[in-house]
């Protein structure tokens, strides 16, 4: 019954800026009961953390890739977590999946994350 949608992928030139929603629901899913990550695929590559965010979104965590480049945030009224991203290069190129996770502490490990979208297509021009 828990549902996670991405949109907001697209295609943008080197530089530019792309902001992702994941909107979730579900008869008892509420996002301020989890964590929220972002994660990204590429083709042939692991999938890899991106950014974290707490319950409560008073913290979070990013990866070093895209630290001071990516800002992620909640809106509980909204139900719904965003990828602010900025500076977008190349090698950030990837399918974008959010997922949730009920555990602590905030965790950077795929394994951890219960639930999955099913991902939004980001492509940068070079």
């Known amino acids: 019954q828990v549902q996670l949608v991405e949109s907001g992928g697209g295609l943008v030139q080197t530089g530019g800026s792309l902001r992702l929603s994941c909107a979730a629901s579900g008869r008892t899913f509420s996002i301020s009961s989890y964590a929220m990550g972002w994660f990204r695929q590429a083709p042939g590559k692991e999938r890899e953390f991106v950014a974290a965010?707490?319950?409560?979104?008073?913290?979070?965590i990013y990866a070093d890739s895209v630290r001071g480049r990516f800002s992620i945030s909640k809106d509980n009224a909204r139900n719904t977590v965003y990828l602010q991203m900025n500076g977008l290069k190349p090698e950030d190129t990837a399918v974008y999946y959010c997922?949730?996770?009920?555990?602590?502490?905030?965790?950077?490990?795929?394994?951890?994350?219960?639930?999955w979208g099913q991902g939004t297509q980001v492509t940068v021009s070079s």
């Open positions: 997922a949730a996770d009920t555990g602590l502490p905030l965790t950077t490990d795929r394994n951890k994350y219960e639930y």
């Open positions: 965010i707490t319950r409560s979104g008073g913290g979070t």
